[in-house]
């Protein structure tokens, strides 16, 4: 800014500046305040008199503080107001130059209207120039588009003719004439070119046809689907000026190349029916690796390799397998060989060597990306409906075969025999096999699927042995009550017998490995169940056998003759004489509850009759006709015992004799598992078995023997076994006495193939006691206590 300048701006800057301002609101409060200030310094400094001595060296010194204040303030003030002058004299000119510049653009804004109206003047001739461009193009451009629709006609045959790198030649020519003549004239398509869409379409189709038939032109005319594959991928790097979709052939070839695929080998005509689902994964099983082959060794060098045919041929062939695997498990019909056959098949056929697992199969098969062929619902529903259908069946068979077996039981023969004479039937072993052949087929497809099935053999096996059980209750009730008689009632319920001890033997072969044993007990139980049974019912007709001669106990006649317990005797006799064909352990246990039975029945009928004795002769009598019946019994079971193995060339070594001096010793048991004594408290004889273990220690929580006591009535039969809390049963091929002498028996011989279980028991039985008689012959005791009256009404 040049002075002259701003001598001009001084006069109007200084009378405004000489005008008084309003005074600050807040400089009468500062003043007061640093008046303030001012007196409570002097005050403080000027406290003591000799302080005012140095008040002109305080003034003089305030005074320069006040001047030094000041000439600041000045110099602040007026480097303030030149800034201020500088500002107002820059506005000024840039309003001097906004004024010129609008006069400017008024001038201009003239011009351009009168440029408008020019060229609104100029407007047809511009048309005429545009118009005459188009002739020109055109003119140039006529001969070759006289030969647009013959071009068009050229390259429809030649698509027939399957010539598809000369037709898209032939294509791209019409296409880029057309874009010239667009360009030509402006964005103007002429009608003559409107047959190139349903051309071009025409090719891309030819592609895709030849795409999609990959597998046989790779074989039979490979130029064709080379040709093809060229046509698609030149296709893609083209590019147009026109506004059109792209048309994307390459994509549509590999989408033929899948579609084709899926459609050679999981067309919807080529789906299995019911029944047919093995020969199809069969041919499957053939067909792939094939295609995967042929795929790797044909179809790839016709490729390029940004295509990567055999990936996309395993690919496609899995989701294809997938969707196809999808559409049968919908269907309601598929029967358990079907569900079988696909579990096993997607599990281990096709991810295993012959398939995919195949060591032929190069990496870039890429065959570790592929998803599950089944989900693991779909295994889960496999499996839930295989085990389904196979328990329906399973149970059809198992009813079948017994209801063969209890057709057997009313025939006029008795049951057939094996080659030891044992009584036999191949109904076990129909029934294990099925089961056990289930199980073992399960465990070809997988650990869960044998445990399903192991659980459904288990569930079968029991309900068979429930209906079994009630098969022979209306077999027994139907017979005693005089319906329907059989022939060989008895021989037939021992034969059960027999079946149960084939069962029990070898339900162990359906105990899979790696399944928890506790899976195998409600089998067990049911089997002790039905052991029970069969011998509760074995003894019932014992007991009717039995009966009216045990009504006659007690009696004058019984007093003074053997003949009532001779007769018993022999019709004992006579029904067992077929326990021979019942296998160990089963018979020990029969034995055993055939000799309790008769002992509590000749018991019960004791305890229940009424005898007066009317003197010590006949108390004496009735004594030794105690004594000579226990010993009748005893020698009866001990016959039977020995005559049992005799038969079945076995040695019997009776081991535990009490020690008498000058005597040989007796047997002290009253049979298989018999005890040495009825007295109640009698002393153990030297070398005796140990008394029965405590409650708590018997196997499968048995008990002690029972005792009869005088209020029983009737001559129903308790309960067998560890359920009715007997004695606990000896193992297979020796009967422990618990309080006497154990009898072992050493069966020698081959064993059969059915062997009995270790677990299985036969029970001890114990003669309950008498008052304090002892049946021992030539016991001190019964001296003694001679005087004695059954029920003496004295």
């Known amino acids: 800014m040049d002075s002259a300048a701003k001598d001009e701006m001084q006069p109007a800057l200084l009378p405004g500046s000489s005008c008084p301002g309003p005074e600050w609101p807040e400089q009468e409060r500062a003043e007061r305040l640093a008046r303030g200030a001012a007196l409570k310094w002097a005050s403080g400094i000027f406290y003591r008199p000799e302080q005012l001595a140095r008040l002109s060296q305080y003034r003089s010194r305030e005074v320069q503080r006040t001047c030094s204040l000041e000439a600041r303030i000045k110099s602040v003030v007026q480097s303030y107001l030149e800034g201020v002058k500088t500002g107002m004299w820059q506005l000024a000119r840039a309003l001097e130059a906004v004024h010129g510049a609008r006069e400017a653009l008024g001038q201009a804004r003239g011009l351009l209207r009168g440029m408008a109206e020019a060229a609104q003047t100029l407007e047809p001739l511009r048309e005429r120039v545009a118009q005459h461009k188009q002739l020109q193009a055109l ?43 667009w360009e030509a004239l402006g964005g103007l398509e002429l009608p003559i070119f409107e047959r190139l869409g349903p051309l071009a379409e025409a090719l891309g189709q030819a592609v895709e046809a030849a795409a999609g038939a990959a597998g046989k032109l790779a074989r039979e005319d490979p130029a064709l689907l080379v040709a093809a594959v060229r046509v698609a991928e030149v296709d893609a790097g083209c590019t147009t000026s026109l506004e059109q979709a792209p048309r994307d052939w390459r994509q549509r070839c590999l989408r033929a190349l899948q579609e084709g695929l899926e459609q ?7 789906l299995p029916g019911p029944g047919a689902l093995e020969g199809w994964l069969e041919a499957l099983r053939v067909a792939l690796p094939a295609e995967l082959a042929a795929a790797e060794a044909l179809i790839a060098p016709c490729c390029p390799p940004h295509y990567k045919v055999v990936q996309l041929w395993a690919h496609t062939l899995h989701s294809g397998l997938r969707h196809c695997l999808q559409q049968l498990l919908e269907e309601p019909e598929l029967g358990a060989a079907d569900a079988f056959t696909l579990l096993h ?35 889960e529903h496999l499996e839930t409906t295989f085990v389904a259908k196979v328990q329906a069946s399973v149970a059809q068979w198992l009813q079948k075969a017994l209801d063969g077996e209890v057709a057997e039981w009313s025939r006029e023969q008795e049951p057939d025999t094996d080659t030891s004479g044992f009584y036999h039937s191949p109904m076990p072993a129909i029934v294990l096999q099925i089961l056990e052949e289930n199980i073992r087929v399960a465990s070809r497809v997988s650990e869960s699927l044998q445990q399903r099935v192991h659980g459904m053999a288990l569930s079968e096996l029991g309900a068979f042995l429930r209906s079994f059980s009630d098969a022979l209750i209306r077999f027994s009730r139907d017979h005693l009550r005089g319906e329907a008689m059989a022939p060989h009632y008895v021989p037939y319920l021992l034969a059960s017998l027999n079946h149960q001890s084939a069962l029990s033997s070898s339900v162990s072969v359906l105990q899979p490995d790696g399944v928890a044993s506790g899976a195998m007990a409600p089998v067990e139980a049911a089997l002790d169940e039905l052991q029970r049974r069969i011998c509760r019912l074995v003894l019932e007709a014992l007991l009717v056998e039995l009966q009216p001669l045990f009504e006659a106990l007690p009696s004058r006649q019984w007093l003074s003759s053997s003949e009532v317990l001779d007769d018993a005797c022999e019709r004992t006799a006579r029904f067992c004489q077929d326990f021979w064909r019942v296998r160990n352990p089963a018979v020990q246990l029969l034995l055993a509850e055939a000799e309790r039975t008769v002992v509590l029945q000749y018991l019960r009928a004791l305890m229940q009759g009424r005898l007066v004795c009317r003197g010590a002769d006949e108390r004496t009598q009735a004594a030794e006709r105690l004594r000579h019946d226990a010993a009748q019994l005893r020698e009866l079971f001990l016959g039977l015992v020995r005559a049992r193995w005799a038969t079945r060339w076995v040695e019997v070594s009776v081991v535990g004799w009490g020690p008498k001096a000058g005597a040989r010793p007796t047997p002290m048991c009253s049979g298989p598992g018999g005890k040495c004594s009825v007295r109640a408290g009698a002393a153990r004889p030297a070398g005796a078995a ?4 405590p409650h708590a220690a018997w196997p499968r929580g048995g008990g002690p023997a029972a005792t009869i006591s005088r209020r029983e009535r009737g001559s129903r039969l308790c309960p067998l076994g560890p359920a009715g809390r007997r004695v606990p049963r000896a193992a297979p091929g020796r009967t422990e006495l618990p309080a006497g002498w154990p009898t072992a028996l050493a069966r020698r011989g081959t064993p059969s193939t059915l062997q009995p279980r270790a677990s299985t028991y036969a029970r001890a039985v114990f003669l309950p006691p008498l008052g304090a008689l002892c049946l021992t012959p030539g016991c001190p005791q019964n001296k003694v206590l001679a005087p004695l009256s059954l029920n003496c009404a004295c």
Do not use: C
């Open 139 to 181: 003119s140039q451009l006529l001969p070759r588009l006289r030969a647009v629709p013959a071009a068009v006609a050229h390259t429809q045959t030649l698509i027939g003719a399957q010539q598809l790198l000369e037709a898209y030649v032939s294509l791209r020519e019409l296409e880029q004439l057309r874009e010239e003549t």
């Open 690 to 693: 140990k008394p029965p273990r």
């Open 345 to 379: 098949w997607a599990l281990h056929v096709y991810l295993g060597p012959e398939m995919m697992g195949s060591l032929e199969l190069g990496p870039e098969a890429d065959v570790s990306q592929l998803e599950p062929l089944l989900t693991l619902e779909n295994i």
């Open 264 to 270: 050679i080998h999981f067309g919807t005509p080529l």
